[in-house]
């Protein structure tokens, strides 16, 4: 039984090679403690964190409307301190 509320685009898109390695613990962690969050158009959510586990990588997390419902996930190459 899943962690958290998800989308099976999400379940789709963990299943490849270079987002299977990211833990649900580490998603949890950027839903409820973001470093950074932005508003999409279309009223979804993105949220950013450092993972120091994982190179201290920014993981961004992609929320539908809901506030809590996790659509996408995966390590974002273009993320800068900047944006904080």
């Known amino acids: 039984m899943p962690s958290f509320p998800r989308t099976q685009y999400l379940d789709h ?3 490849r090679s270079d987002r299977s390695l990211i833990e649900d ?3 949890l ?3 409820h403690n973001p470093e950074y969050q932005t508003v999409q ?3 979804r ?3 950013w964190r450092r993972i120091p586990e994982f190179d201290n ?3 961004r997390v992609i ?3 809901d506030g809590h419902t996790v659509h996408n996930a995966f390590f974002d190459r273009d993320f800068t301190e900047e944006r904080l």
């Open 63 to 65: 929320l539908l409307e």
């Open 29 to 31: 962690k950027t839903v």
């Open 41 to 43: 158009l279309d009223g």
């Open 57 to 59: 990588k920014a993981l």
């Open 25 to 27: 613990e580490w998603i």
């Open 13 to 15: 898109k963990r299943r």
């Open 45 to 47: 959510i993105r949220r």
